[in-house]
């Protein structure tokens, strides 16, 4: 069965250091795409990073950079140079060939960034 | 703005009650989706919808009805609320089924049944 582990229910960082979220997936599609999503307290989703399974560089979007490890079956989630705002829930999720879009959702880590 | 809207934001229903959940998208997305968000659990797919005219159960369908009878909405339905509803409900929207063309999610719906 599919599905989306994120071991780390919760982490503090230092302001201006890195923070690596952990994420692991399980799925037996080849074809398959990674997403992570920030829940601030105001309850919105925001998307953050995307990595395809083909994907043969690992993505980056400014301060976030998702570390894949395809054999590993993981994609976590980098963030360099935290800031306050960072504090947040962050979800690891993913679809795959035949989930007709649908996102399987990992339970989330929710990040403190202490000043 | 471009999005997805969902109302109403918040809602209170007694036990036993029913209500509709609207989700309205304008960016001509061919795939629609509700989601529920409890503590610790992530999101969970309730139903989904892949064109107009259809819908297909989730990973937690029970309790809910759905029905998309145009294409940019997408209604979830209770017909009689029971307490373990309560829930933060997302719907989302996406143009196609697989790639980084993503997926816009709604601000969320907060329900309490009492």
């Known amino acids: 069965a599919q599905k989306i582990t994120q071991t780390q229910p919760g982490m503090f960082v230092q302001e201006k250091e890195a923070v690596t979220l952990d994420c692991t997936y399980d799925?037996?599609?080849?074809?398959?795409?990674l997403f992570w999503y920030k829940q601030p307290s105001s309850g919105e989703m925001i998307f953050l990073i995307y990595q395809g399974s083909y994907d043969e560089q690992n993505a980056t979007e400014g301060r976030y950079s998702l570390n894949f490890q395809k054999a590993r079956k993981s994609a976590n989630l980098v963030i360099s140079a935290s800031q306050l705002g960072d504090s947040a829930m962050y979800f690891c999720?993913?679809?795959?060939?035949?989930?007709?879009?649908?996102?399987?959702f990992g339970k989330g880590t929710k990040l403190s960034v202490k000043p | 703005n471009a999005g997805v809207t969902q109302t109403p934001k918040f809602r209170v229903l007694k036990t036993g009650q029913s209500m509709t959940l609207l989700c309205a998208q304008d960016m001509n997305h061919e795939y629609m989706y509700w989601y529920r968000q409890d503590p610790g659990m992530g999101l969970r797919l309730i139903h989904y919808?892949?064109?107009?005219?259809?819908?297909a159960k989730g990973e937690v369908p029970d309790g809910y009805n759905v029905s998309r009878l145009k294409k940019q909405n997408f209604l979830l339905g209770l017909e009689s609320a029971a307490p373990s509803q309560t829930s933060v409900y997302f719907c989302?929207?996406?143009?196609?089924?697989?790639?980084?063309?993503?997926?816009?999610f709604g601000s969320g719906t907060r329900l309490t049944v009492v």
């Open positions: 799925t037996s599609d080849q074809s398959y795409g």
């Open positions: 999720a993913m679809n795959y060939g035949g989930s007709q879009g649908n996102l399987i």
């Open positions: 989302a929207s996406s143009f196609m089924s697989r790639g980084q063309d993503g997926y816009t």
């Open positions: 919808s892949v064109g107009e005219g259809t819908t």
